[in-house]
């Protein structure tokens, strides 16, 4: 069988996130490239994961006020079998606290099963154990045959009830501020129920489960988590890969496979091929990207978003691998995002606000990366930061509107200039 | 194997499992905890014993393996993740207590201890620091403190009823009025749409596109502290967006240009009086008045040139 892909559900609630489900199916679908039943098919899917009836208003209102990660449900999409699913809650309960053997699950097992129901048999049991075993869920006990198991969960068994809520609060924040962080949002539901069997029912708070709130988050930021893990290994194996590319100016961002020959489609999605060096994370965006090195060894950069398909290829040489590595991080020292272009040396004078806190500096000074501060006086200072090209910083000089006077390169300081008078122009 | 689509995490399988409050911890989740662990804040947020409680737990470190392939650009320095304050802040709410506060000012005077409410802990991933919103007892009204400016924090008793009446009081003061306004792409930019998205996601939103113009409009609703943040946002994409409807942000980006036009001595602007990001609100009315003066006062070349010159 062929693994489980889920790059349509991801696409889509990319989509869904960035629009704010401003589109109709007709829309959703065409961008997708996809028909509307597929599309129709895919959304009644992912309701029935989520549990929530209306899509549209996921990323309305919430955003601001919730801890809770509204994309999280896509990572508990993976299909599973009804009677695997009625099985496997009755051996981990089985499991809990009492280490038990193969036999003696299969027997809890068939005792509370219903009468209807298919029933297992040993080897079944044997490979359930195998796989919660592999994910590190359930632990093998000390001793010869029959092999004992047990539920491995001594990370929550080992503290005090404070401890658990420090912990709790400890997940809550790394998820939310730190990346990646989908482990650390499937970590953090696992400690709510392990909260809610600490806490005793009287002292119970729903306070307990969010304790904060995190403002300006990119959603759609975990969604590029599910190829994270598969690009990061190739590049710890140092393997190249071949994968399908849509371009962001691609106004498609999937396409159904030529299943069907009459339905085959007129432009060719090329497959691209790389030796992955480096993922990204853009927090000026909240996008991710990946860089390699192409076939003549020329750097290459994808977004992750467009990237479907991914499959392993050979190995690349050890001493191949290291160069193009110091390499790209020779290049990228200066890059304000990923450009890996010319050097140049951008000059800005910024005003201080008159008669109130400085928060043009302390913008600066945070989020201005490696540049300096090389001159000042109580009206303004001049910063000062070597960079690859202007493209990506320019965005960031801009947002600080009339407080940002770019001196040097002259063109860019030029552009600048053409650019609000062009703005000046939109609401003349 | 990282692979965040494991069966485990499977929806049917966990709502069944809910019931039974049994939970599953898998390695790549203590992967994930161990990688957190070896980061500063942890220290700041655990206690060395439960920390190396943890750390006994989490022998996996795929995760941590991985990471080193991963890097991350154009964010802000991260001064604060755990702030000392929030896990005494957390007992008082916890508790559902009045406190006695005591904060500087932005620019660094020292106020009164006031008694008041917390309300919630709030991290603003943008400044990458901790807020508190509260209730003022003494004055009746809400305020956003950063908690570096906070000098001290003290539980203060207060009886359950006025705890109640003050949250509600609270409460209503903070369901802010929420503004509206449409923003278009203008469509030559239409290839760059993502990255617009992408730069608004953070906001409540919701797209249109009129198949007929191929245009597409982002009605952004958001509050009067929100507002500040939309406008760097609409600066920081500069030509490629244009405000529709909304006055105020349509007022904002005029001036905007107006005065950075100004810096660079074109179309003759008086100089700087007041910055872009200044947070105080001149009222619609006065951009005509503010036009008229601009058109009047035309520069002549020689001083463009005399700006335009890079000093040191």
């Known amino acids: ?428 | 194997m990282n692979n965040p689509f494991e069966k485990i995490f499977n929806y049917q399988l966990s709502s069944r499992l809910e019931e039974t409050g049994v939970y599953t911890l898998t390695s790549q989740e203590r992967s994930w905890l161990k990688s957190m662990l070896e980061h500063p804040a942890a220290h700041e947020a655990l206690e060395p014993r439960t920390i190396a409680k943890l750390q006994e737990c989490v022998l996996d470190d795929e995760i941590s393996n991985l990471l080193d392939g991963l890097e991350q650009k154009a964010g802000s320095l991260e001064t604060q993740i755990v702030h000392p304050l929030l896990s005494p802040i957390r007992r008082i709410l916890r508790n559902r207590q009045g406190m006695t506060i005591q904060c500087r000012t932005k620019k660094g005077k020292l106020n009164e201890p006031q008694p008041g409410i917390p309300y919630k802990l709030e991290y603003s991933m943008v400044k990458r620091e901790w807020y508190l919103h509260w209730y003022n007892s003494s004055t009746r009204s809400i305020l956003h403190t950063r908690l570096c400016h906070i000098v001290s924090v003290e539980q203060s008793r207060v009886s359950r009823t006025s705890y109640e009446e003050q949250t509600v009081r609270a409460q209503k003061l903070f369901e802010a009025p929420r503004h509206e306004a449409v923003v278009e792409v203008i469509r030559t930019f239409n290839a760059e749409l993502t990255r617009i998205l992408h730069a608004f996601s953070c906001f409540d939103k919701k797209v249109e596109f009129d198949e007929e113009e191929r245009t597409y409009r982002i009605h952004l609703t958001f509050t009067d502290s929100e507002g500040q943040f939309v406008l760097t946002k609409l600066r920081f994409l500069g030509k490629r967006v244009r405000v529709v409807e909304g006055n105020y942000l349509k007022y904002r980006m005029r001036e905007t240009a107006r005065k950075a036009l100004a810096l660079y001595g074109v179309e003759g602007a008086n100089a700087v009086e007041t910055s872009d990001s200044d947070q105080s609100k001149a009222a619609e009315g006065s951009a005509d008045a503010q036009k008229a003066e601009q058109s009047s006062n035309s520069k002549n070349a020689a001083d463009i040139i005399a700006r335009t010159k890079i000093p040191g």
């Open chain 1, 1 to 428: 069988m062929a693994k489980e892909s889920f790059d349509k559900e991801i696409q889509f609630l990319r989509l869904l996130a960035l629009t704010g489900g401003g589109y109709d199916r007709q829309q959703f679908a065409g961008r997708l490239g996809i028909s509307v039943h597929t599309f129709d098919k895919t959304v009644r899917k992912l309701r029935e994961i989520s549990g929530d009836a209306d899509f549209a208003d996921l990323f309305r209102y919430g955003y601001a006020d919730s801890a809770e990660p509204v994309l999280l449900f896509l990572y508990r999409a993976k299909s599973m079998k009804e009677s695997e699913s009625r099985r496997l809650p009755l051996i981990l309960t089985a499991l809990k606290g009492t280490p038990q053997t193969a036999a003696e699950l299969l027997d809890a097992c068939c005792e509370r099963l219903p009468l209807d129901a298919a029933m297992p048999d040993e080897k079944t049991i044997r490979s359930d154990l195998r796989y919660l075993e592999e994910i590190g869920v359930v632990r093998r006990e000390p001793g010869g045959r029959p092999y004992r198991y047990v539920l491995n969960n001594d990370l929550t068994d080992c503290l005090s009830q404070k401890e658990l809520i420090d912990l709790y609060e400890f997940v809550d924040i790394m998820a939310n501020t730190q990346i990646p962080s989908v482990q650390g949002y499937l970590l953090r539901d696992n400690l709510k129920k392990a909260l809610k069997s600490a806490v005793p029912e009287e002292e119970w708070d729903d306070g307990l489960l969010e304790p904060f709130s995190y403002k300006y988050h990119y959603d759609a930021r975990i969604l590029d988590e599910a190829h994270l893990y598969t690009l990061l290994r190739t590049i710890h194996l140092r393997k190249r890969i071949s994968f399908q590319y849509f371009s962001p100016k691609n106004r498609k961002s999937y396409s159904a496979k030529e299943t069907n020959p009459l339905f085959g489609r007129e432009t060719e999605v090329r497959r691209e091929s790389t030796l992955p060096l480096k993922v990204v994370y853009d927090h000026q965006y909240g996008r991710w990207y990946l860089i390699g090195a192409a076939a003549k060894g020329r750097f290459v950069k994808f977004r992750m978003e467009g990237m479907i398909d991914i499959a392993e290829e050979q190995e690349a040489p050890d001493e191949y691998f290291a160069l193009k590595k110091q390499q790209l991080d020779e290049q990228m020292r200066h890059s304000w995002l990923i450009d890996t272009g010319e050097t140049v040396t951008v000059r800005a004078k910024f005003y201080r606000p008159r008669g109130q806190a400085d928060f043009i500096a302390e913008r600066v000074r945070l989020q201005g990366q490696w540049g300096q501060i090389v001159e000042e006086n109580e009206d303004f200072f001049i910063y000062e930061i070597q960079v690859n090209g202007v493209t990506e910083i320019r965005p960031w000089l801009r947002g600080f509107g009339s407080s940002c006077e770019v001196l040097a390169p002259a063109d860019l300081r030029q552009s600048f200039i053409d650019e609000w008078k062009e703005i000046g122009d939109y609401y003349e």
